[in-house]
Structure formats: C-alpha cells, structure tokens
C-alpha cells in the first residue's frame, strides 16, 4: 500500500526514525530510509527501501530525490547525545546543523516543499517553569540543544524566503519500543536511562549509576518527561498528511505533561521486571537540566495530538520486550 506517496526518512534506520518508517508503511505511505548505518541499523530497514548515504553529502541526496517525487520529508538524522555534544561540539553543529543546510538545500532543488524536523525539549534549557509551553524562553544549555534551535531557526527564515512548510516536533524523552518487539533502541554505547537500566539489569552494561542526587527535586535526581516513540510516530504520520494537504506547520511539543524522576523510572523497571540492583549515585551528568516536563496542550488543541502509548508502565514494558528479544539473539 503506497497509495498516499512516498516519504523521504533520513535516519530511516535510527530508533525513532524506524518507528515512523512502520507507521508510515501502516498509514498508506512508501517510507524511503535514508541513512549512513553509521549508528542505525539495515536490519530496521523494513517498510520501503533503504539507500545508503549522509545527510553531508549532496550527491547522494540528489540522488535520492531523484528516485521518487517525495510529499514530505522526515529528518532524523542527527547526533542526539547530550552528554558527548559538550565533549565533542564540532560533530553536533556539522552533522546537525551542516547535515540540515545540504537536506535544505537539495529539497529546494528538488521541489520538495514539505519537513517534518526532529527536534527537543533541550531547546528549553533550565527552564524557569514547567511544564514548559512552545513560547518558553529557549536557552539551551548543552551543543545538542543548541544545535537543533539554530535548525528551528533556520527553518523559519526558509519558510519566510522560501515557503517551505514544516513542522518542528520537540521531543521531551523518546523512550519505549514497538509493541511487535521487532525494533527498539540500540545504540553503542548506549547512554539513554532507560536501556541502560534495562540492560544492567540484564548484566550488559557493568557500571550503571544514578547521574546526580542533588538537584532541587523532590528525591533529588533529574524529572523528564517520557514519550513512547510509537506516539511520537502517529504524530509524525500526521504531520504528513498535514502537509500534503497544505498545513502550514508549526513549532510543538511533543510531551505528555507527566514527569518522572530517574528513581521514579528505575522503580518502574524493577516492577516490570522482577529484577532489581544496588541503586549507585555518580555526580551529575554535563549538560543536564534538572527537570523537563512538556505543555503538551498545543498539540492536542491544533493538531488533535494525544499520546497513547505512554504511561510509564507501557513504556517500561515495551522496552523490556524489545532488549529481551535482542538478548536472545546477540
Ligand atoms: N541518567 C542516569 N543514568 C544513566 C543515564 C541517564 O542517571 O545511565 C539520567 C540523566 O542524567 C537524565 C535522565 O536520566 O537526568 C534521562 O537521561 P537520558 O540520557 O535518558 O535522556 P536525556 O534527558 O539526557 O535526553
């Protein structure tokens, strides 16, 4: 079933990125994955084709866009690890914020007039009230967030000169897997909570910590706001149906207005699991706000968006499936 077109999905073979690529399969659409393999998976690759190449590289985008005559674009390929954005920048402003230019670029080329972007709650910073509405001052605090307001903003001056519609989606915590346990979160190293939890527990990872007990919260360590990636998949699907239908776009939040803190989600994943492990506390990680929690009402009022996939059980739960089926096989 491809009767709704064709969607370019760079990072097609990243966590979040095969996710949409499933849901986009599911919705009618053909989703082209568009990836370098250098952190996502060819075994994501399931729902379309896979073509190999780097959001750097402007010949393989034209060739790319040269296969198919795309309604929208999904771009997901970026660097997205706080904590090595402050080490290492440089790769954070290439990758993302060069990578976006040449996809700009080659979009204009060939008249792709449609982008969904990826973008975060790390726009915000500390912020100074949560939940944290779209118009919150955005003061990011570490390279990655920076990286992806600059794109915002870029994305602005090119919808003004150029009428490129699109929509920013600002993700608080992606997390969870696919109910089907066929996709999930592998990355290595894996630095997000909640696999690194998960796979501690599974004696995969030898030395997991608490990053922080002293923030002004009320057990002391760090409040996100976690969202299940197949939500976060329904509302990029969505996203492309808008803008094939001549939706302007927008800026939103993509959150559930729920925050939980690190020791909150590792109780979670003690529950689900059965299992449990000595809680050990590390200082706090650079980069790191102490609590993000989204608005999530604008999406909800102007698009519809409500998550529902999402509580804090069917996140954990879901997780835990996926990095069981990939212990069995590794
Ligand atoms: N965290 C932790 N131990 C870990 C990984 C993460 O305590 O091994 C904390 C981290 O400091 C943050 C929260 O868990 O407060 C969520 O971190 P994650 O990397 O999952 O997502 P982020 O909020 O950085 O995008």
Redesign the pocket.
């Known amino acids: 079933m491809t009767q709704r077109g064709a969607v370019l999905v760079t990072g097609g073979g990243g966590y979040i990125g095969a996710h949409c690529c499933k849901a986009l399969h599911e919705a009618g659409y053909l989703p082209v994955a568009f990836d370098d393999f250098s952190t996502g998976h060819r075994s994501f690759v399931k729902w379309g084709p896979a073509v190999e190449g780097n959001v750097q590289d402007p010949k393989s985008l034209e060739a790319v866009f040269r296969t198919q005559d795309f309604v929208a674009v999904m771009h997901f390929a970026a660097a997205s690890?706080?904590?090595e954005s402050v080490v290492d920048p440089h790769k954070y402003y290439t990758n993302n914020v060069g990578g976006t230019l040449t996809l700009l670029r080659a979009m204009r080329d060939a008249g792709c007039q449609n982008l969904i972007f990826s973008s975060?709650?790390?726009v915000y910073g500390n912020a100074s009230s949560e939940p944290i509405a779209e118009g919150a001052i955005k003061s990011p605090i570490n390279p990655y967030g920076r990286s992806k307001l600059m794109i915002e903003d870029i994305l602005a001056d090119y919808r003004t000169a150029y009428g490129l519609r699109s929509f920013c989606f600002r993700y608080f915590?992606a997390?969870g897997a696919d109910s089907s346990g066929e996709i999930g979160e592998d990355r290595d190293p894996e630095?997000?909570?909640?696999p690194?939890?998960i796979m501690a527990l599974q004696g995969e990872?030898g030395d997991?910590?608490?990053?922080?007990n002293d923030y002004p919260t009320p057990d002391g360590?760090?409040?996100?706001d976690y969202i299940h990636v197949s939500d976060l998949a329904a509302a990029h699907v969505m996203g492309a149906g808008l803008l094939a239908s001549g939706h302007g776009g927008g800026i939103y939040n993509l959150g559930t207005g729920a925050g939980y803190s690190?020791k909150d989600?590792l109780s979670a994943i003690f529950r689900e699991t059965g299992l449990t492990m000595p809680l050990v506390y590390?200082p706090?990680?650079a980069?790191?706000p102490p609590m993000?929690i989204a608005d999530p009402s604008a999406a909800r009022r102007d698009l519809g968006f409500k998550p529902s996939h999402s509580s804090l059980d069917a996140i954990i739960a879901t997780a835990w499936r996926w990095h069981r089926s990939i212990a069995k096989h590794r």
């Open positions: 690890a706080v904590g975060t709650g790390a915590n997390s630095t997000h909570l909640i690194r939890a990872v997991f910590a608490i990053f922080g360590t760090a409040i996100r690190v989600v590390r706090r990680r980069g790191d993000l």
